[in-house]
């Protein structure tokens, strides 16, 4: 019998790279068994969750939120298997239309990582239109080979049924991975070259005087002086965040001239000053000299990960950076002489910042409370849950900073609650003073 089933078995193997090929096979419902099935779907379980770690990095850990969003991606299998049958003429047996779809898993999953790691970001939209137009012409060719008709109908209602799905995950995040940063702090890091390391931390000063001279000094009138900091290189979306805070509050406070950018980021060290603490404290007593101590308010705007001790985290490869802490950011802000200040903190655990910070001359506001974790810090996003909530959405379109908070506030409530998550519950502290002077400086009109 072993000897009988290895023919069996490597046969099987032929037809399915042909399958995958685009080239005819014959009688693909003959290869629709329960073994076969089960053989792809283990095999791409398994280089799914080898792929997903190996792309995270060293020291993550398994984090079992992930568990859900995966169950409801074979959910998504099992409802195109099914739509694909019913939909095409004559109907096919669903098993058939789930080998077709698990069977392409493997190769789809490999390319989709490929793409993630070798496609530069401004290629990869075109990249995720080729893959899906691969997808379509696998599907097209299979279920072609398996009822002898191009089966359109079919083929619009597995379409629109993963339109649907890639419309739900842009909407809620639906991208599954079992692992996470341990503690929300201490995330993946690739190494770095000990010249490249040595050269970064030496053109430092250099590059933060040059972007210290592009800041213009306050003018005859009350201005507002954006500093933005990224602290973690290794993904991409505290950068993201940071250039579109430095855009929305450029828009609603008009300093667009008066900002500066310390940015961690793996795909570019050259753009902007690296985020460090003795770079952030050196920047902000540069910026002090600019403002007018009296009536100039500095919007300072930190994304990164998190503790509650309080302490946001501060990496670019293997160079060895202080971490931001409440002491620290406090001492920085207090030695700069910044009287009036905003401080936004998109982070993990970042209600831990208000009581080190608040004073009657301070707005805070913070992604998450002190014991509660903020979502979306992952390399595949933009912006964090946060980001989209208050610097897309809200302060566009809001007529305060009072009003952009409430509308963060509900959008993100919303948010967790579709997905049924523990509250991050974002926190806000508005001084007394401070909204006396933010009254007599209202932000633009919103952008329409």
Known sequence: MEVAATPRISNRFRRWLRLLTLRRVDDVSDMAGDGPIAACAVVSLALWVLIDRLQWGRGVEFDAFGIPMLALLALLLLAL??????????????????????????????LTALDEIYVADRWSMSAAVILALGALAYVARALRMLSGRTQLRALGAGAALLAAYLWLGQLIDLHPTLWAPPGNVDEPES??????????????????DEALDAVADSGSAPAVFF??????????VFAEEIKLAAHVVGQRFDSGSRQLLLINDHR????????????????????????????????????????????????????????????????????????????????????????????????????????????????????????????RDALPRATSLQ???????????????LEHVEPSDPQAFFGGQIERLLSQQPMRAPVR
């Open 403 to 417: 009003q952009a908070v409430v509308l963060m506030r509900s959008a993100i409530a919303a948010r967790e609650q």
């Open 227 to 236: 500093v933005g900091f990224a602290g973690v290189a290794s993904q991409k």
């Open 268 to 391: 570019d060290f050259d753009s902007y000053p690296l985020a460090t603490v003795s770079g952030l404290r050196y920047a902000l007593g540069e910026i002090a000299r600019k403002m007018h101590a009296e009536r100039d308010i500095l919007f300072l705007s930190l994304s990164s990960h998190g503790s509650d001790e309080p302490l946001l985290s501060v990496s670019n490869g293997s160079l060895p950076l202080e971490q931001v802490t409440g002491d620290n950011l406090a001492s920085a802000l207090r030695d700069a002489g910044i009287k009036w200040r905003v401080i936004v903190i998109s982070a993990c655990h970042a209600g831990a910042f208000i009581a080190p910070l608040k004073d009657p001359n301070t707005v805070l506001i913070t992604a998450a409370a002190a014991d509660k974790t903020s979502f979306g810090c992952s390399d595949d996003r933009d912006l964090t849950y946060f980001g989209e909530a208050f610097y």
């Open 191 to 208: 190494g770095m070259p000990a010249q490249l390391a040595e050269s970064l931390l030496f053109d430092q000063r250099e590059r933060l």
């Open 81 to 110: 298997a099914y739509v694909t049958a019913r939909w095409s003429d004559p109907p096919q047996p669903m098993r058939c239309t789930l080998l077709l779809a698990v069977a392409a898993l493997p190769l789809y999953i490999v």
